[in-house]
């Protein structure tokens, strides 16, 4: 395991990636820290169905399997 050293950066704190993890230029990344300090980096990736129209992903043959389900519980809470 490597060790990186924060530096400031304008009013940031950039962290350099060593070449060899393959990270490019211009990646976008989703970034989150953990309550033990951890710092975790995804891969931001392309929204499948921003551009959907309707019905593009309707599929009779198994859409139409839960059309008579009926809420009971708590399915919808949060």
């Known amino acids: 395991m ?3 050293k924060a530096r400031k950066q304008g009013n ?3 962290i350099t990636i ?5 990270v490019n ?6 970034i989150s820290k953990q309550e033990n300090g951890t710092i975790i980096l995804v891969p931001k990736v392309p929204d ?9 992903y309707f599929d009779a043959d198994t859409d139409n399997l ?4 009926q ?8």
């Open 2 to 4: 490597e060790t990186v």
């Open 12 to 14: 940031a704190v950039a």
């Open 18 to 22: 060593a070449k060899k993890f393959n």
């Open 25 to 30: 230029p211009g990646e976008t990344y989703l």
């Open 48 to 56: 499948i169905f921003e551009n959907v129209e309707l019905n593009e």
């Open 66 to 69: 839960v059309k008579d389900v």
């Open 71 to 78: 809420l009971r519980g708590a399915e919808l809470s949060d």
